[in-house]
């Protein structure tokens, strides 16, 4: 059901006319902007609540007077309506809605389905062959792991074709961080069995595991069989030593998050801390936005429903408050097709990681309240300097793009677009665009097909237009910004170039705008000047990388093309074999004339044309 009315004449009438059923609405203003997404068990009465009492807060406030109709789904129960409405929040990011920026999937454990299994760090579908263990909270948390598993069980990390193709152990072995399976050290049943005890590892089954050693060493002790009951003792030892170091080790086993909210000056923190197989990985902080007004319990209730329809539920979730909607829980199972528990008032162990976790929130939002001070009020400078819109919500959610060209001598042309919004960089945003079909060394045809593949799409309406486009570069780039704007009917108002001053020193650059505004020089001191330079040299920064590894890309395939006996064919072999250009310089000759078509004559005159 879709409905829409205007507040000043008919909303009665259409709060009237809403049914007493599960569904999504929708809050739109008079320019068709989606204002807010909430959900409902019954429309009439949550809807009409916006409208007969005073607001919750000045945030909501502010939204419900500029409502201009209503738009409202009516979904077959609430659970559907939780994932319409996060569905929604997810495309829509309505801006007077609690939103949780989390550019990143959770990275996982891979231990890979291989007859000699490896482990692996992953993010992704965890679909495909192979065991999958996490999520973890950051990356670090997953490499802490492995060098854990490399040192107790002595897991290979390497790659397949490394694998595949290693005539004698490497490094690893000799430092007892692999047992070398790739040439036959330890035989594959028995490091399958390490592999296995590796899963049982971060399943939490330790102390089996460690009676399983005891076990293996005394019998290979008994059988005289000293060298490998030293090895069994190693592993124990190792293993005791994890065991010791992690000091917040579950009772139980089994998988729990611990989700913390605090709040301090008008901001939240939200800390999400995971336990998986019985130990504490470590926690991750988030910062929601336009959450002011709103309760603790609103907050923490609003990252479960958003962080579980996107991220695996454990068996037990732990929060530092009740939930506002108890029956949340059991939704997102529904949904999820999971079973789960929440705790607000846990025991034991679980109540010193909610502690921890509470006082992690506490110390990441202080870091975060003095460095956003920091950081908000540069945005604010830059929008009084070049006269845009200072409203505090509008500044947090402005869009800057800067654009950038890069090539050396016209070689393996590339444009950069990085990204600033809500007071940082925002590296997972960055786009780098390979340029082709111009001129060697044309940077204004290399910028107009930059711009127009980026902002032929803002055209089509399939992207937002950024809210600020930087230039580097001055007049003759920002007026080939300006053609391709007025040639996709785009407005050219929030075109900036960036022209370097002399002797390319930061603070003597002078603004160029693309519409009749006089040149702008802000001056060494100025904090919107600098915020600019910053978001120019980033985006240089991430030009010049880009060219530079396209352009190595490209010379190393011409190294191998211009062996005398290297063609097509046998080039694509070599680097499938050894897994790219790098692999293939480093290996011995012996390895290079087991790949099919390349003889010992031949192999011998890579190796030597590689050195």
Partial sequence: MTDSAAPAFDIKAFLARLPHLPGVYRHIDASDEVLYVGKARDLRKRVSSYFQKTPSSPRIGHMVARVARIEVTVTRSEAEALILENNLIKTLRPRYNILFRDDKSYPYLMISGHSSPRIAYYRGSTRKKGQFFGPYPSAWAVRETIQILQKVFRLRTCEDTVFANRSRPCLLHQIGRCSAPCVGEISAQDYAADAQRAARFLNGETQEIMGDLERRMLVAAEALEFEQAALLRDQMGALAKVLHQQTMEDTDGTDTDIVAVVSASGRYCVNLAMVRGGRHLGDRAFFPTHADGDSPADVLEVFIAQHYLESPMPAVVVGSQPLSD??????????????SRFLSRPQGVRRAWLEQATRNAEMALANALTESGARSARTLALAEALDLDTDPLV?????????????????????????????????????????????PGDDYAAMRQVLTRRFGKVADGEAEMPGLVLIDGGRGQVEIARQVFVELGLDTWGIVGVAKGEGRKVGLETLIFADDRAPLVLGAESAALMLIAQIRDEAHRFAITGMRARRAKARNVSRLEDIDGIGAKRRQRLLARFGGFSGVASASIEDLASVEGIS?????????ALR
């Fill in 326 to 339: 108890p029956e949340l829980i059991d939704l997102l199972a529904e949904s999820v097709g999971v079973r």
């Fill in 395 to 439: 500044l947090d959610a402005l869009q800057v793009e800067c654009f950038d060209i890069s090539h050396t001598a016209g070689e393996a042309t590339q444009a950069s677009c990085v990204i600033y919004a809500h007071h940082e960089m925002q590296p997972s945003l960055y786009r780098r665009y390979n340029i082709a079909g111009v001129t």
């Fill in 600 to 608: 010992p004559e031949l192999a011998e005159r890579i190796y030597f």
